[in-house]
């Protein structure tokens, strides 16, 4: 799915992600705009940019992507370091990689384990988002987490070994290092404005101000906007990958703690950071979270949240609620202090 267009000064582009949706609103000149569009981590993937390199950054942007899945991130891609980890048990690590790790890993403390990236058996288990989903049995369940928790891997910053049985899944982080990368990458480049987003994960950079919409739970439109200069704001929500089975929704962001989906109270938690990595891995840690707890995590980062409810309530940090502009009246905004 690739596409490159001129379009009018005012787009909005509905990004549908694994794990929920986010709304750019951005406005470009005419002039020198580049769009595209492309399918890579298992999601929908999309550049506009702006600046005589344009075209350029967003081929560079789209090789990153998915060269950085298929020869490291993806635990199904034969080949790739994720691959080799879980099917070999041990691994050197590269020092590019090697960074990204030590911030996962201290999510990890941090969040007392409510972000874990070694969940790939009990994910294995629900299969949700395949022809293969179901509910598991409690035994499934209390067996595959027992194979879970990064504090059993053996990693020493250049090489790591994974126990028998576990499966590292870097889905819940995966964007946000690929947005890391191309971060790096467009400060080489003549670029004026940058958009890329990854499924639920969004960069926006460059010169003037950004509006990032918050979807609408289930639905479609945005129910407020985020106004930034610049961040990579990840959203992680429990209402885009999900199955019913005997009047049961079970959506796909699992609580490392009891092997199923998490309970706490929120249906989408948006993180806004200056590291994409950092922003992806806490939407998923503060959705468990819930919004208290969640925002504590969020504020020990330097960063800020935004957590909605099933009521039809939005809960914020306080810098973000600076930054929030509520367009849905059937929401109402709480500021977490």
């Known amino acids: 799915m690739e596409s490159k267009k001129k379009t009018a000064l005012k787009t909005v582009i509905i990004i549908i992600a694994a794990a929920a949706a986010i709304c750019l609103l951005v406005f470009f000149s005419r002039s020198d705009e580049y769009t595209d569009s492309f399918i890579a981590m298992d999601t929908y993937c999309s550049v506009k940019l702006s600046g ?22 993806s635990r199904f891609e034969k080949g790739s370091l994720v691959y080799s980890l879980n099917e070999n048990s041990e691994e050197n690590i590269p020092e590019s990689l090697a960074k990204y790790f030590d911030t996962l890993f201290d999510v990890y403390r941090q969040s007392e384990g409510a972000y874990d990236f070694t969940l790939g058996a009990v994910s294995d288990l629900w299969a949700i988002g395949t022809d293969n989903e179901r509910v598991p049995g409690s035994d499934e369940i209390k067996a595959a987490t027992g194979l879970c928790g990064a504090d059993k891997l053996i990693y020493d910053g250049s090489s790591m070994t994974v126990p028998g049985g576990m499966k590292l899944d870097l889905g819940s982080a995966g964007k946000g290092i690929a947005l890391d990368e191309i971060k790096a990458k467009s400060d080489s480049l003549n670029l004026k404005k940058c958009v890329v987003s990854l499924g639920g994960s969004v960069l926006v950079c460059g010169k003037g101000n950004f509006k990032v919409g918050i979807q609408k739970p289930g639905a479609a439109g945005y129910i407020a906007v985020i106004n930034t200069d610049g961040a990579f704001i990840s959203t992680s929500g429990s209402y885009e990958r999900y199955f019913e089975k005997d009047g049961v929704r079970y959506h796909h962001i699992l609580d490392p703690d009891t092997g199923y989906p998490a309970e706490s109270g929120i249906v989408s938690a948006t993180i806004i950071a200056q590291s994409g990595t950092l922003s992806d891995a806490l939407s998923t840690a503060c959705f468990v979270l819930g919004a208290e707890k969640g925002a504590e995590l969020c504020l020990e980062y330097g960063c800020e949240g935004v957590f909605v409810s099933a009521d039809n309530k939005i809960y914020a940090t306080p810098g973000a609620a600076e930054m929030l502009e509520i367009t849905d009246s059937s929401y109402s905004l709480e500021v977490i202090r």
């Open 52 to 73: 005589k390199d344009a075209e350029e950054a967003a081929k560079e942007f789209k090789e990153i992507t998915e060269k950085l899945d298929s020869e490291t991130l």
